[in-house]
């Protein structure tokens, strides 16, 4: 089996890896502890030392560190995880910071737990890796966290969403034949929209048709959630000519299709990749219907159509791993 993630097109352009097992440089180490970071409330603190007292007396600490590239530009960013606590409330709040200069600054905060164990942190390849501990959903307030999972963050233009992962099945490897039509009722062999991985065939928009020639491979992953096949509903994610782009879907048997909450990576770029992501993102927002024939999908515009053809089999979801990451509920 293949071990791929959705960020296998970018990923050659991603240079900044850190963990915090080895921690940050204690220069940069430093300069957190003296940061100012965002508030879930839409204020601020500054940390002395690496703790402070924000508006409404909450107080902050900060818990952990790890250091990387978020945005693709070959500068080291970092990902910080702080404690806030007031009274008898506690929870931690996960922080993406940009280095612009000689300053590290917190451009998107998002709120993790309030029950929860970070064990371990880490920037790998542009994704924030967290490793936590948390309590079963039975147990209560005060069972200590026993179960371990691991949880996948991405930076946006949305700011910081959660994300799941899943892999493309090597042809040959054991296990691959099994996992054709595994879970949606399709005849073995025949893709379903969430069973393979899609690549970008051809992209018409009115007067004007994509140039694909030099353009990384543009793919979409539809991860199911439900199986139900009047209703089906799910992630998306995929590459889309320079950024990794991340949504939500929902599809019915009537060959509905709607896109939702779309949100991409941060990495700059110019060519025709910019030009073929900035028309995609536009037009997926506009579509209402596809229709799949053999290993042919189409998605329909008003004015066009994108056209892809079936890639590599996607791993079956299976419940554990479906708990085991955070998705976003927009």
């Not at 959630?225 to 048997?253: H, K, L, Y």
């Amino acid at each position: 089996m293949r071990r791929e993630t959705v960020f296998a097109g970018l990923m050659a352009a991603a240079v900044g890896v850190g963990a915090c097992e080895r921690g940050p440089e204690p220069a940069y180490r430093e300069l957190l502890e003296e940061g100012a970071f965002l508030t879930l409330d839409g204020g601020s603190v500054t940390l002395r030392a690496g703790s402070g007292v924000g508006d409404g007396n909450v107080r902050h600490e900060l818990l952990m560190t790890a250091e990387g590239d978020l945005d693709f530009n070959s500068e080291t960013d970092a990902a910080v995880v702080l404690v806030a606590e007031q009274g008898r409330e506690r929870f931690l709040t996960l922080h993406a910071l940009l280095r612009d200069g000689g300053e590290a600054v917190d451009v998107s905060a998002r709120l993790i737990g309030d029950r929860i164990e970070v064990r371990r942190m880490a920037i790998e390849e542009g994704l924030i890796r967290l490793d936590v501990r948390i309590r079963r959903p039975a147990d209560p307030i005060t069972v200590p966290p026993s179960v371990d999972i691991v949880q996948h963050f991405v930076l946006t233009n949305r700011g910081v969403i959660p994300i799941r992962l899943t892999d493309v099945i090597e042809e040959g490897t054991p296990g691959a034949a099994a996992a054709d039509g595994a879970g949606d009722g399709a005849a073995a062999g025949v893709p379903a929209l969430h069973t393979h991985e899609w690549e970008l065939e051809s992209f018409d928009l009115g007067e004007w048709t994509a140039d694909l020639r030099g353009v990384e491979p543009v793919t979409l992953r539809f991860l199911a959630e439900a199986f139900d096949e009047a209703d089906v509903t799910g992630q998306v994610s995929g590459f889309a000519g320079c950024n990794q782009v991340f949504g939500r879907f929902r599809a019915t048997a009537s060959e509905a299709l709607r896109f939702y909450g779309l949100a991409t990576t941060r990495r700059s770029c110019r060519g025709r990749g910019a030009e073929v992501e900035q028309r995609l993102r536009e037009a997926l927002g506009s579509v209402r219907a596809f229709q799949l024939s053999g290993d042919r999908l189409v998605l329909a515009l008003i004015d066009g159509a994108i056209r892809f053809r079936a890639g590599g089999r996607l791993v079956p979801i299976t419940p554990e791993s479906s708990d085991s990451e955070e998705t976003e509920d927009e």
